[in-house]
């Protein structure tokens, strides 16, 4: 099968289906007004180590309102991004409804919001990883109406210390979540090694 993404019906479907698994950032941002939010986006990673760098892409729209998270982000310039385990998937899930602007999604999920050193924006307290963010750019995709992407340097992370050693994550205990395509997710249970060949052909 062929497909024109530009005609192709329910094409985000397809893409969401084949880009898999993709990593869920947890995002908690704060309005000018002080408002605290907290949605997930799996249109997230990380882009680069120095300066550490993360992207989120994000709709302008959630059908009947603005998304909180960008205006969020483009009010104030900061955010945290948390990393979503098992122990916090259906937290949340249970935070991805559009509620209104002055809905606390913290509160809905039951969650603990943490002062965070840097920025405004709360850490997610349960989550073994959260990283806080300033932000570097918003790219606009299409005519500007539609989509940000988010560029983002981390300015600080704070990683519970059970999961880390040295400089290695130990995944077995993070237990991140993937999401795969619509309602669907995954675990990280069955992992496995490959070493990166060398090349040495050079000749010398
Ligand atoms: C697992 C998961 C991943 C999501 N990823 C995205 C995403 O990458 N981009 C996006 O615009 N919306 C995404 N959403 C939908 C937003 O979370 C949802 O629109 C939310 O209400 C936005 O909240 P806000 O208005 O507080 O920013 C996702 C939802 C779920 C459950």
Request: negative net charge; charged residues 25%; hydrophobic residues 45%.
């Amino acid at each position: 099968m062929r497909i024109d993404p530009k005609n192709f019906e329910g094409f985000n479907r397809v893409l969401t289906g084949v880009v898999v698994p993709r990593p869920i950032a947890f995002v908690s941002s704060v309005s000018a007004d002080g408002i605290v939010n907290l949605a997930p986006f799996s249109f997230f990673n990380a882009m680069a180590y120095d300066p550490a760098t993360i992207v989120l892409g994000i709709s302008r729209s959630a059908g009947w309102k603005a998304k909180d998270t960008l205006a969020n982000i483009e009010a104030t310039g900061e955010f945290v991004v948390s990393v979503v385990v098992d122990d916090i998937a259906e937290a949340m899930n249970s935070t991805a409804a559009e509620f209104p602007a002055d809905v606390d999604e913290f509160e809905i999920a039951g969650l603990t919001a943490k002062p965070s050193e840097l920025v405004r924006a709360p850490l997610v307290a349960e989550s073994p990883v959260n990283m806080e963010c300033k932000l570097n750019q918003v790219v606009e995709i299409g005519d500007g109406t539609n989509h940000g992407i988010v560029i983002g340097e981390i300015l600080l992370m704070h990683v519970r210390d059970d999961i880390i050693n040295g400089h290695r994550i130990n995944h077995r205990r993070l237990k991140p979540v993937g999401r795969l395509a619509g309602n669907m997710y995954c675990k990280t249970d069955d992992v496995y090694e490959m070493v990166r060949p060398q090349y040495d052909g050079r000749g010398d």
